[in-house]
């Protein structure tokens, strides 16, 4: 069977090619893929190629398909599997094999989300990595790999009960939440999901120095909708500030945050983020550094002292993405937020090589199509002359102006998807 897709064959070489898809084993199962958003991951992977930890140095004689935030349906199941997976369900995907370094997106020739069609290896499945899923939109499942990837972060963090040695996960119920240069895709949805914790913080602080970043979080999660919920929500412009930790710690009244997510991997914030911790305050480096060298001045006295902690965090675990799917599918999180641009897979290898260069959140590929990424806020002007955006921006305006599963259907069955 024919195959359509985006394979990578060494650094920044990633082609969009047809090749062919062989015959699944009776122990494999075949998907069709219909949506995959694109992970900053997957642009470090593609600047690093065979360089990267999780890539084989056989690349170039075997290439992989990238991408590992799909969607899609269960085409073909093989007989070992025919009694647990049935044809035509839809599926979830967990990124994370629990044992191994390799992974879809970076480490398989034929299992990877950036294609029409892909397989599904024996070993993957026998670890419980093909979940299934009842909801009726492909892109929410897209976006449930970076919201389980937040929920995971948030269970690294740790703090101390008094005179014990005990300690206890997650950010701390009642205490402040810093999420640092947090008004890009994942800090939204980290500010989504805090919103959605049972345990409540008192006060979320978001930062950014993009004032249209901070004018879109406000309308996509607004200060009142975090009220109704209990909790104080600010976004703040860093930017305008002269001492920028001294001013972030006065909105707390001196107390400082609890749980700090820098969530832009840059020198500054960290250090800043260091510096606003509470007592027992935990800071997370949720970004990844591109640069394997990345280093920050931090205070070791208040580590010492005022017991604070520093922490990183890089994907999540299967109980994460099922909570993740449970919120979603709950409406208790709402994972469009991060979305801002539409394409199809003819524009996943360009999206992908200028990912950084990019404005805007998550970029959402919907792979039995081809279409240009395109700005969900130029939908409408686009639709003065081709209809079809207009109707995607009437839909996305009855959305608080996010992608919905009513555009979604819009799209496809324009396409005859």
């Known amino acids: 069977m024919k ?16 090749f062919e898809l062989p015959q699944i084993k009776e122990d494999e199962i075949q998907l069709k893929i219909m949506s995959d958003s694109i992970c900053m991951s997957t642009w470090k992977e593609v600047k690093l190629g065979a360089g990267h930890i999780r890539v084989p140095d056989s690349i170039r004689e075997n290439p992989v398909i990238i991408g590992h935030e799909m ?37 398989y020739e034929y299992f990877g989300g950036a294609v029409t069609r892909c397989i599904v290896p024996n ?8 979940l299934h899923y009842n909801g009726d939109s492909f892109f929410e499942v897209s976006v449930s790999e970076p919201m389980y990837c937040i929920i995971g972060g948030y269970q690294a963090n740790y703090h101390t009960k008094p005179e014990t040695h005990e300690h206890f996960i997650g950010a701390k119920e009642g205490g402040n939440i810093a999420i640092l240069g947090g008004c890009g895709p994942m800090g939204l949805g980290a500010v989504s999901y805090a919103l959605a914790m049972e345990k409540k913080p ?10 249209d970043r901070l004018d879109r979080a406000r309308q996509v999660i607004s200060e009142k909708e975090a009220e109704e919920k209990g909790i104080e929500l600010r976004y703040v412009n860093t930017a305008c500030m002269k001492d920028e930790a001294e001013e972030l710690m006065a ?12 969530y832009a991997p840059v020198q500054q914030i960290a250090e800043t983020g260091n510096r606003i ?25 208040d580590c010492h002292y005022r017991n604070t902690k520093i922490v990183g965090s890089s994907g999540g675990i299967k109980a994460d993405l099922l909570e993740a799917l449970d919120l979603i599918s709950k409406k208790k999180v709402e994972p469009a937020v991060m979305i801002t641009h539409i394409g199809g897979l003819d524009a996943y290898a360009d999206t992908t090589l200028h990912l950084p260069e990019i404005p805007g959140g998550k970029k959402l590929i919907y792979t039995q199509i081809h279409m240009p990424l395109t700005a969900i806020e130029d939908f ?4 003065e002359t081709k209809p079809l955006f207009l109707k995607l921006a009437d839909a996305c305006d009855r959305h608080k102006g996010l992608w919905n599963q009513e555009a979604e259907k819009i799209l496809l069955d324009y396409f005859g998807v």
């Open 3 to 18: 195959a359509e897709g985006v394979r990578m064959y060494g650094a920044h070489d990633i082609r969009l090619e047809e």
């Open 71 to 107: 969607s899609g349906m269960i085409e073909k199941v093989g007989k070992k599997w025919q009694k647990e997976y049935q044809e035509g369900e839809r599926f979830v995907v967990l990124p994370g094999i629990p044992g191994q370094m390799g992974a879809p997106g970076y480490s």
């Open 123 to 130: 070993d993957v499945i026998e670890k419980g990595c093909l």
């Open 202 to 211: 008192k006060m979320i602080v978001v930062t950014e120095i993009d004032q």
């Open 251 to 262: 909105l707390t009244g001196g107390e400082g945050y609890h749980d700090v997510f820098v």
């Open 277 to 301: 911790l509470a007592f027992d305050g935990c800071m997370n480096l949720f970004a990844g550094p591109a640069d394997s060298g990345f280093s920050a001045d931090m205070n070791l006295y």
């Open 380 to 383: 409408r002007k686009i639709g």
